[in-house]
């Protein structure tokens, strides 16, 4: 029944408090900051339908209605409304703000929603028909990565809305563009495109494998952004990169950002980290940081090293979704570690102890 047969002997004694303890403790025990760079409380352009041309940059809203946000449609000129809608904003993004870690906060949207940037799909929250789930009591927070803004240019932000019943909209919260108040600037920033493929095969890990037939996939960005809306189940990263030669011989973090929801990290073949256990999926996973500590022999100072990691999703978005990506100093890890989120200490230690229990 478990492979492991420490399952057996605790599994009775431990496991289903152990599993209400998680549910009942939730995942909000966090204390991370944000600053507020642009303020998107007031006037969007708004529009009832459907057409996916409405997420593109290039559209002509000129005709579109304006409405408040916050605040329900129905309230706004369209009582009784039920369905599809669209808003639009255009935003100004300094060039300096690339080197920011950004996010989109777009409070709570009654019922579901998908983000554009851009013309670029960002992210999602609920589903829509006819597959139909609610997602009217979510805070909406979207991680926008540099790839898809245009500095010192118009930036367009595209949210298609579903309304079931009742209110519908952009309805609460503080809508902004926020930056994280102390972020990380790795040392050596890894490709922005990756090799990458559904399904699992550790062979997939090995340095020799060869992955020219695997479609390249965007990092960090959610896999259903880029062709796999729907998908749960295991993914596979591949990169290959050559370390900066200033940083040979240092103590030495890969910094994988957050993943949805589970990993493994493996370089040159052998793995250097994990987080969480299909096992115990089901907890804050998919909010921490994968920093994995790199041993010096396994890094390679005169040719290519390959970067594997082996990622499962269990329930809506997946992968390696927010930022920064790369290897970092340890010296200068410690510095801003201390200032980041952390899980309270009896969620985590009970984590670590399921993971021991399944691994």
Same mark, same amino acid.
């Given at each position: 029944?478990?492979?492991?047969?420490?399952c057996?002997?605790f599994?009775a004694?431990?496991?289903?408090?152990?599993?209400?303890?998680?549910?009942? %403790?939730?995942?909000?025990?966090?204390?991370?900051q &944000?600053?507020?760079?642009?303020d /998107? *409380?007031? !006037?969007?352009?708004?529009?009832i339908?459907?057409d996916p041309?409405?997420?593109?940059?290039?559209?002509?809203?000129?005709?579109?209605?304006t409405l408040?946000?916050?605040?329900?449609?129905?309230?706004?000129?369209?009582?009784?409304?039920?369905?599809?809608a669209?808003?639009?904003?255009?935003?100004?993004?300094?060039?300096?703000?690339l080197q920011?870690?950004?996010?989109?906060?777009?409070?709570?949207?009654?019922?579901?929603?998908?983000?554009?940037?851009?013309?670029?799909?960002?992210?999602?929250?609920?589903?829509?028909?006819?597959?139909?789930? %609610?997602?009217?009591?979510?805070?909406?927070?979207y &991680?926008?990565?540099?790839?898809? /803004? *245009?500095? !010192?240019?118009s930036?367009?932000?595209a949210?298609?809305?579903?309304?079931?019943e009742?209110?519908g909209?952009?309805?609460?919260g503080?809508?902004?563009?926020?930056?994280?108040?102390?972020?990380?600037?790795?040392?050596?920033p890894?490709?922005?495109?990756?090799?990458?493929?559904i399904?699992d095969?550790?062979?997939?890990?090995?340095?020799?494998?060869?992955d020219?037939?695997?479609?390249?996939?965007?990092?960090p960005?959610f896999?259903e952004?880029?062709?796999?809306?729907g998908?749960?189940?295991?993914?596979?990263?591949?990169?290959?990169f050559?370390?900066?030669?200033?940083?040979?011989?240092?103590?030495l973090i890969?910094?994988?950002?957050k993943?949805?929801?589970i990993?493994?990290?493996?370089l040159?073949?052998?793995?250097?980290g994990?987080?969480g256990?299909?096992?115990?999926?089901g907890g804050?996973?998919?909010?921490?940081?994968?920093?994995?500590?790199i041993?010096?022999e396994?890094?390679?100072?005169?040719?290519?090293?390959?970067l594997?990691?082996?990622?499962?999703?269990?329930?809506?978005h997946?992968?390696?979704?927010e930022?920064?990506i790369?290897?970092v100093?340890?010296?200068?890890?410690?510095?801003?570690?201390?200032?980041?989120?952390?899980?309270?200490?009896?969620?985590?230690?009970?984590?670590?102890f399921l993971?021991?229990?399944?691994?």
């Amino acid at each position: 029944m478990f492979r492991n047969p420490k399952c057996a002997a605790f599994l009775a004694l431990f496991l289903l408090p152990a599993l209400i303890v998680i549910v009942g %403790t939730g995942s909000g025990a966090y204390a991370q900051q &944000y600053n507020r760079l642009i303020d /998107l *409380r007031g !006037e969007w352009r708004f529009e009832i339908g459907d057409d996916p041309r409405w997420a593109e940059p290039s559209f002509n809203d000129a005709g579109w209605v304006t409405l408040r946000v916050p605040g329900q449609w129905e309230e706004q000129g369209f009582p009784g409304y039920d369905g599809y809608a669209w808003y639009r904003k255009r935003v100004n993004i300094p060039r300096e703000w690339l080197q920011k870690q950004l996010y989109l906060d777009l409070g709570v949207v009654d019922d579901v929603d998908e983000v554009y940037v851009n013309g670029q799909f960002m992210g999602f929250r609920g589903q829509f028909p006819p597959d139909y789930r %609610t997602a009217y009591n979510e805070f909406r927070f979207y &991680y926008l990565p540099a790839y898809c /803004l *245009r500095p !010192e240019e118009s930036n367009v932000i595209a949210v298609r809305v579903y309304d079931a019943e009742l209110g519908g909209g952009i309805v609460r919260g503080e809508p902004a563009i926020k930056e994280l108040s102390h972020s990380l600037a790795v040392d050596q920033p890894l490709p922005m495109t990756w090799k990458f493929k559904i399904g699992d095969d550790m062979a997939w890990r090995a340095s020799q494998f060869d992955d020219g037939n695997w479609e390249r996939i965007r990092v960090p960005a959610f896999w259903e952004t880029q062709g796999h809306k729907g998908y749960d189940g295991f993914g596979w990263y591949r990169v290959k990169f050559r370390l900066n030669p200033e940083l040979m011989g240092q103590h030495l973090i890969l910094f994988l950002g957050k993943i949805d929801d589970i990993d493994e990290a493996y370089l040159n073949g052998e793995r250097i980290g994990k987080t969480g256990t299909r096992y115990t999926y089901g907890g804050d996973e998919y909010r921490r940081w994968r920093a994995y500590t790199i041993p010096n022999e396994m890094l390679l100072a005169d040719r290519e090293n390959l970067l594997a990691v082996r990622v499962y999703d269990g329930f809506a978005h997946g992968g390696i979704y927010e930022g920064p990506i790369g290897i970092v100093r340890r010296e200068k890890y410690l510095e801003w570690a201390p200032h980041q989120e952390r899980p309270t200490g009896r969620q985590n230690g009970l984590q670590k102890f399921l993971e021991w229990l399944f691994e």
